[in-house]
């Protein structure tokens, strides 16, 4: 069984390039005991893959020539290890590949999911994988009480779609800021947004200003750069900063910041954090967003490429904006 791989050939340096990945072919080895081989299925399309493609940072840079690492939904097809057996589903750090073995040093990365009925298996990936648990655990930092006002950027994307319903759970009048008038209207007219801003249209800006007559309370950030930098200036004093990802700087090698003076001017509360943080408490987490989910609470929606070599075509779309809601290969 042939198992097809794409590896890290070279650093990106903006969007990635047709050449900044090779496709490798190579046999699927003989499980040894203690071993487990799983066909992957669905791979997980996350801004920070280009991170790990450039430089080390909460994880090592992936290195030239490796597997390129990614999340992923994949089911065991054989197994000699004694927790796995055929059947298993799970998620991961499967690499972008077609096939993954899983022995004992890898068990960290992995971890089993149910089958529920009328429950799609890239959910796992999105509203009850990390996305879906970014934006738990997010919220829960930004602290929302009734009536205050969220700006979530990024708005339409797999985590800020989560975020901002779940402000509405909790009586925050939510704005969204995302790049299209299609997911300006997803956002308002299906997940509840009370209004959202196209970020690409002249005099945003301004519009920003009036959908938020009493300022800005938490600001749940995605984005950074200028999208930021507006919605800071509309911060009431004292107001929280949840700060999930800076995706206009992730294909920049000088990202254009924020001006760090507004900190101090408006007294502002700043967290960031990362999601791998709360595995401890992935569980409960997943429990919370899968009864939302099921009373219609929060919805979800997806963009599925088809195709392991489309990866790399479809980690762009991320930096284009070509995605709505959580995007996905399927294998
Ligand atoms: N802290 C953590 O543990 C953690 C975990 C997961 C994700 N994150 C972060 O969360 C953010 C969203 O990630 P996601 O996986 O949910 O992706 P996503 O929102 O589904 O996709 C990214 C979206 O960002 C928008 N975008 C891209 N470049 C932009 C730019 N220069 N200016 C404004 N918007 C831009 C695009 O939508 P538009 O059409 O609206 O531009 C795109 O669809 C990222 O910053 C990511 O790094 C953090």
């Given at each position: 069984m042939n198992n097809r791989q794409l590896r890290l050939h070279s650093r990106p340096e903006g969007l990635i390039a047709p050449g900044d990945f090779q496709l490798a072919e190579s046999q699927v080895p003989e499980l040894k005991d203690g071993q487990a081989l799983a066909r992957v299925k669905y791979l997980s399309i996350d801004p920070t893959m280009r991170v790990w493609m450039a430089v080390?940072?909460?994880l090592p840079a992936v290195g030239i020539g490796e597997v390129m690492r990614a999340g992923g939904f994949a089911e065991i097809i054989e197994s000699r290890h004694p927790d796995y057996k055929k059947g298993d589903r799970i998620t991961g750090l499967t690499g972008l590949q077609e096939y993954v073995i899983i022995d004992a040093s890898a068990k960290q990365f992995f971890q089993k999911v149910p089958k529920i009925p009328f429950v799609s298996d890239t959910v796992f990936l999105g509203v009850l994988g990390?996305?879906?648990?970014?934006?738990?655990?997010?919220m829960e930092i930004a602290a929302p009480k009734k009536g205050e006002t969220l700006v979530v950027s990024a708005a339409a994307g797999a985590t800020g779609s989560i975020a901002g319903q779940i402000g509405k759970i909790h009586g925050c009048r939510?704005?969204?800021?995302?790049g299209t008038?299609?997911?300006?209207?997803w956002i308002t007219k299906d997940l509840g947004f009370d209004t959202a801003i196209n970020y690409k249209h002249?005099?945003?800006?301004?519009?920003?200003?009036?959908?938020?007559?009493?300022?800005?309370d938490i600001d749940?950030?995605?984005?950074g750069g200028e999208i930021m930098q507006e919605v800071l200036n509309r911060m009431n004093l004292h107001g929280r900063v949840v700060v999930c990802g800076f995706i206009s700087g992730y294909t920049k090698e000088d990202p254009n910041m924020v001006s760090l003076g507004?900190?101090?001017?408006?007294?502002?509360?700043?967290?960031?954090?990362l999601v791998l943080d709360y595995v401890s408490r992935f569980m409960e987490a997943a429990t919370q967003l899968g009864q939302w989910k099921m009373f219609g609470k929060i919805k979800d929606r997806e963009t599925?490429?088809?195709?392991?070599?489309?990866?790399?075509?479809?980690?762009?779309?991320?930096?284009?904006?070509g995605n709505i809601g959580k995007l996905i290969v399927k294998v």
């Open positions: 080390d940072s909460y990390l996305n879906g648990l970014t934006a738990f655990f997010g939510v704005v969204g800021v995302a008038d299609e997911k300006c209207d002249p005099g945003w800006k301004a519009k920003l200003a009036a959908a938020v007559p009493n300022g800005i749940f950030e995605n984005v507004t900190i101090i001017v408006k007294r502002l509360h700043i967290q960031g954090f599925i490429v088809e195709g392991l070599e489309k990866a790399p075509e479809a980690i762009n779309m991320l930096f284009t904006g």
